[in-house]
C-alpha cells in the first residue's frame, strides 16, 4: 500500500548555513545566573566551555597570586549551579565540560572559541570594553553574541571592527536556561545573513530553543509584550477591586498560563528585575501608544522603598511566614494593594472561576470567560482585549510576523497559547468589536485582513499550519513546517480510528501516529485496546510503522489508578487480574509486533507509559523527558512488564565471570526507590532507556524524529521472538534482595511495606523461589509481576496510598 522509500525534506538556508560552521568550543563571559545556565547548557549538548569573570576586588595581598582565589567569583558560580535544586545541567557529570577562568589572566584563551558570548552587568559602558577585549583576542570568523536583555545590540558593536561586526548579534536566553525554550536572535544592520540563518537553525535543532528572530528594539518581543501583559493585569486588578489571590488563579492555568499566575509570577522574577525592563521600555517607547500602563503603582513603589523583591528578598506580594495551618500547611500572607498591609491569603471564590473549573479545553474557558458577568470574567475579558490591541499595534515595529509574536510569549513566558491566537479563539471580527467598544485602537491591517474576508491568523491545511503573511496579504506555510508534526494539523482529516480515548493519525509517508485523548493521557481500558488496534491496522493494512506520541505537556502520568484502585476497593481480583493482563500483553504487542513501534516522549513519562516506552523499538525521548517506573510510592510494583523488563536488561548485563549481584541490586533499587530520571540523558543511568533510544533536543521535534526512526525501521524490519533466555539468580539472588532490604529498615529508610514491596521486586527479578540460578522466559516472569502486583493491591496499607493519592495527588509513606 505504501512505499518504503522517503524523500528527505529540501535543505533550507538555516540548514546549509549551520553546515558551513561547527561549534566546538563556546567562551561565556559572566558567570552570573544567566551566564553559568548559558554554559551550563552548553555543556548539556557536548561543547566544550570556557567561562570567565572578574577577579574579585576585596583579595587580600597574599591572594592576589592564588589562582585559586582569583577565580573565586567564577568557580562558586559553578558550585552553586552545581548543587541548584532547578539544575541546569541534564547530569551532573556534565560540568565537567566547563573550564573556569578570570578576565584578567585567561581572557585570550578565548582565542579558540568558535562562539563567544557576553552576560555581564546590563550596562553599555561596561559591555563595550568587554567587547573591545573580544575584538583584540577573537579569531577571525568567531561568532560573537550578547545576552542583553534590553540594551540596543547596535550600540554595543559600535567601533568594533568589521569582521566583528559582521559577526555579532543579540542571542537573548530567558532563565532558567535549560527549562525556558525561548532564544530571541537580534541581527543588526551589519549582521551576516548566514549568522542570523545559523542561529535559527541551531538554537532549535541544538541547543533545543523556540529561536524567534527580532528586530533591534526595546525589550525586543516576548518582554516587550509579556511585560505589558502583566503591567494590564496589575492596573485592572486595583481598578476592579481584586484581590491578588483572585487573580493569580485567573491568569494561571484557567488561561492558559502558569499556574503562578501574574502576581506570584511577578515575586518569582524579582520586582527589581521587571521595574528595570519596564522603565526600559517607558524611556525608549515614547510613542508607545499603552505607556501608561507602564506606569509605576503605589503598592510597586511600596515594594520598591522596602526592598521587598519578591522570592529573592522572602517578601513581595506574598509573604511566607513559619506558622502552620490546621492541615500543617505553611500560612502565607497576601499584599492588600490598597492598604499595603499583609493578611491571609484567601481562597479565591469567583463564580467565573467555578464556571471555567471543570472545562478541559482553553478555547471553551476563554469562551465561558467572555460570557461571565462577574469581576473575574471582566478582568480576563480586558485584559484580552487590550492584549489584542497592543500586539497589532506592534507589527511592523518590534516584529514582520504574527507567529513571531505568539511563539516568543509560549516559549518565554509558557503561555499555551500566543496573543494572536487567543484572537482566534475569541474570534477576530468580535475581537475588533469589543476592543473597540473599551476604547482600545487595532491596527489597520487587522481591520484590512478582515475586510478581505479573512477569518483567522492561523489555519491547517495538508497537515500544515498556515499563517497570514501581512506584507503579503495571504496564507503561508509556517517556516520548517516540514520538520515538524503537530497533531492538531491533521484535525481536519478523519482518522484512521479512534476511540474514547486514542486517535490514530496518518501522518504521511506510510506511518501512522497513535495520540492518548485521555485525561492527563493515562493509561486505562481505551488507550490499551487503542494501541492494540493500531498494531492491528498497521500490521494488516501494509502501514510502514507506529509512532506513539502527542503534543501534550506530559505523555503520560501512567496507568489509571482509579481504575485499579475501584478494583482493589470492590476486591474484584478476578477483573483486576484481567486488567493487568490486558497491559502487560498490550506493552509485549508493542515489542513483538510486525511492525516497528516508536514511541515520542515528553513531560512526564511514569509507571505504565515509561513500561511502553521500554518496549518500543526505540523511544525519541525529548531532552526533558521525566521518566520513571513510580509504583512503589502506591504502594505496588511495577505490573506492565516493567519489573520483568528490569529483570530482562539485569540478564542482558550480566557477563562471564560476573558476580551478578550488584547488577541485580542495582535495578531492584531503581524500582524499590521509585527513582526518576530528571531528563532522558539520565533516564540512561537508571536504565530507562539504552542502545536503541535517543534523546532529541527540542521538544516539538520528537514526533518528527519518531517518523524518521520507524522509516529507518521499516524497509528490513523483522518480527523479534519472545525471549527464553533471562538468567535469574533464584534463591542466591533473594537472599541478597533480604539482606538489603534489611539494612533499609533497620537504618529507616523504609517501612515495613517499603520493604514488602521491594521483596516481592526482587522475587520477580529473580525469577521466585528457584533452587539455583537458571534461564527463563519471559513469560514466566510476567505471571510473577502479574500475581505480585495483584497480591499488593490487596493489602490494606496499598489501599490507603491509592486512597491518598487519588484525593491528594501526593504520594503517603505509611
Known amino acids: 500500500m505504501y512505499g518504503n522509500d522517503v524523500l528527505a525534506p529540501a535543505e533550507t538556508q538555516q540548514d546549509r548555513a549551520t553546515k558551513k560552521r561547527r561549534i566546538k568550543k563556546v567562551a561565556v563571559l559572566g558567570s552570573g545566573l544567566m551566564g553559568s545556565g ?16 572578574i577577579v574579585p576586588f576585596d583579595l587580600k595581598e597574599e591572594e592576589k597570586t592564588n589562582k585559586a582565589a582569583r577565580n573565586r567569583i567564577v568557580n562558586g558560580a559553578l558550585q552553586t549551579a552545581i548543587k541548584a535544586k532547578l539544575n541546569p545541567f541534564y547530569k551532573k557529570s556534565f560540568a565537567s565540560r566547563i573550564t573556569t577562568g578570570n578576565f584578567d589572566d585567561d581572557f585570550e584563551k578565548i582565542a579558540d572559541a568558535d562562539w563567544i558570548v557576553e552576560v555581564v552587568v ?101 518582554n516587550r509584550v509579556g511585560v505589558y501583559a502583566m503591567a494590564k493585569v496589575q492596573q485592572l486588578t486595583q481598578q476592579l477591586g481584586l484581590r491578588i489571590e483572585d487573580v493569580d488563579k485567573l491568569t494561571g492555568t484557567a488561561l492558559g498560563r502558569p499556574k503562578t499566575g501574574t502576581f506570584r509570577l511577578g515575586d518569582l522574577v524579582g520586582h527589581d528585575t521587571s521595574v528595570k525592563v519596564t522603565k526600559g521600555i517607558q524611556d525608549n517607547c515614547p510613542d508607545d501608544e499603552q505607556a501608561s500602563a507602564f506606569d509605576m503603582p503605589k503598592y510597586m513603589q511600596f515594594l520598591m522603598d522596602n ?20 492541615n500543617g500547611r505553611r500560612v502565607v500572607l497576601a499584599l492588600d494593594l490598597e492598604t499595603l498591609e499583609y493578611g491571609p491569603s484567601q481562597k479565591p471564590s469567583l463564580a467565573s472561576l467555578k464556571a471555567v473549573k471543570n472545562i478541559e479545553t482553553l478555547t471553551k474557558r476563554i469562551e465561558a470567560f467572555f460570557k461571565a458577568e462577574d469581576k473575574g470574567g471582566e478582568l480576563v475579558r480586558q485584559s484580552l482585549l487590550g492584549l489584542f490591541a497592543y500586539v497589532s499595534n506592534r507589527i511592523p515595529e518590534i516584529s514582520d510576523t504574527l507567529y513571531s509574536i505568539d511563539d516568543a510569549l509560549r516559549a518565554g513566558f509558557a ?40 477569518t483567522s491568523f492561523y489555519k491547517s491545511e495538508a497537515g500544515k499550519t498556515l499563517f497570514y503573511d501581512i506584507p503579503s496579504k495571504s496564507y503561508k506555510a509556517m517556516p520548517g513546517a516540514s520538520e515538524f508534526i503537530i497533531l492538531d494539523n491533521y484535525r481536519d482529516k478523519a482518522p484512521v480510528n479512534k476511540n474514547s480515548e486514542t486517535v490514530l493519525h496518518d501522518i504521511g509517508d506510510g506511518v501512522l501516529c497513535l495520540e492518548f ?90 509507571g505504565g507509559a515509561c513500561e511502553i516506552s521500554m518496549h518500543a523499538d526505540a523511544a ?128 529507616n529508610y523504609a517501612s515495613e511495606h517499603d520493604i514488602k514491596i521491594a521483596n516481592k521486586v526482587g522475587y520477580v527479578m529473580c525469577g521466585g523461589d528457584l533452587t539455583s540460578t537458571q534461564e527463563v522466559s519471559e513469560q514466566y516472569l510476567l505471571e510473577l509481576e502479574r500475581e505480585a502486583f495483584c497480591s499488593l493491591a490487596a493489602e490494606p496499607k496499598t489501599m490507603e496510598r491509592i486512597q491518598h493519592m487519588l484525593q491528594t495527588n501526593k504520594p503517603l509513606r505509611n
Open 415 to 454: 503561555w499555551e497559547v500566543g496573543p494572536f491566537q487567543y484572537w482566534d479563539m475569541v474570534g477576530i471580527e468580535k475581537g475588533i468589536e469589543l476592543a473597540e467598544a473599551q476604547g482600545e485602537k487595532i491596527g489597520q491591517w487587522v481591520k484590512d485582513m478582515v475586510a478581505a474576508g479573512h
Open 38 to 53: 548559558i554554559a551550563a547548557h552548553c555543556a548539556n549538548i557536548g561543547l566544550d566551555v570556557l567561562m570567565l569573570d
Open 307 to 326: 526592598k521587598f523583591y519578591g522570592d529573592k528578598s522572602g517578601q513581595g506580594f506574598y509573604k511566607k511566614t513559619k506558622e502552620r495551618d490546621a
Open 122 to 222: 546590563e550596562r553599555l559602558d561596561i559591555k563595550k570594553q568587554v567587547f573591545e577585549k573580544v575584538d583584540k583576542y577573537r579569531k577571525e570568523g568567531s561568532l560573537v553574541t550578547s545576552n542583553t536583555s534590553g540594551i540596543p545590540i547596535h550600540m554595543m558593536a559600535e567601533g568594533r571592527s568589521e569582521d566583528f561586526r559582521k559577526h555579532f548579534c543579540g542571542t537573548h536566553f530567558f532563565n532558567p536556561v535549560r527549562y525556558m525554550r525561548l532564544l530571541e536572535v537580534i541581527p543588526t544592520a551589519d549582521t551576516d545573513q548566514d549568522v542570523v540563518d545559523f542561529f535559527m537553525h541551531y538554537g532549535d535543532v541544538y541547543l533545543g530553543k523556540t529561536t524567534v528572530l527580532c528586530k533591534d528594539t526595546p525589550a525586543f518581543i516576548a
Open 517 to 606: 485523548t485521555s485525561k492527563a493521557n493515562s493509561i486505562g481500558e481505551g488507550v490499551l485496546r487503542g494501541i492494540q488496534e493500531a498494531i492491528t491496522i498497521a500490521e494488516t493494512q501494509g502501514w510502514n510503522g507506529l509512532v506513539i506520541g502527542n503534543n501534550a505537556q506530559n505523555f503520560s502520568v501512567g496507568a489509571n489508578l482509579m481504575m485499579i484502585g475501584m478494583f482493589a476497593f470492590q476486591q474484584e481480583w478476578d477483573q483486576l487480574n484481567f486488567a493487568v493482563k490486558t497491559f502487560q500483553d498490550t506493552v509485549m504487542r508493542c515489542r513483538y509486533s510486525s511492525i516497528p513501534v516508536v514511541v515520542a516522549t515528553q513531560g512526564y513519562v511514569f
Open 620 to 747: 525519541m525521548c525529548a531532552a526533558e523527558s521525566y521518566i520513571g517506573l513510580v509504583e512503589v510510592g502506591v504502594g505496588l510494583i511495577p505490573g506492565g512488564a516493567g519489573t520483568k523488563e528490569f529483570a530482562v536488561r539485569a540478564s542482558d548485563a550480566f557477563f562471564k565471570g560476573d558476580v551478578m549481584m550488584p547488577t541485580l541490586a542495582e535495578k531492584l533499587m531503581t524500582i524499590a526507590q521509585a527513582k526518576v530520571a530528571t531528563g532522558a540523558h539520565q533516564g540512561f543511568d537508571f536504565g530507562y532507556l539504552n542502545h536503541k533510544d535517543s534523546v532529541v533536543m527540542n521538544t516539538s521535534r520528537n514526533i518528527m524524529e519518531a517518523k524518521k526512526k520507524v522509516l529507518s525501521l521499516a524497509p528490513n524490519y523483522t518480527q523479534p521472538l519472545e525471549r527464553t533466555d533471562i538468567k535469574v539468580l533464584g534463591r542466591t539472588g533473594l537472599a541478597m534482595v533480604h539482606i538489603a532490604t534489611n539494612e533499609m529498615r533497620l537504618g
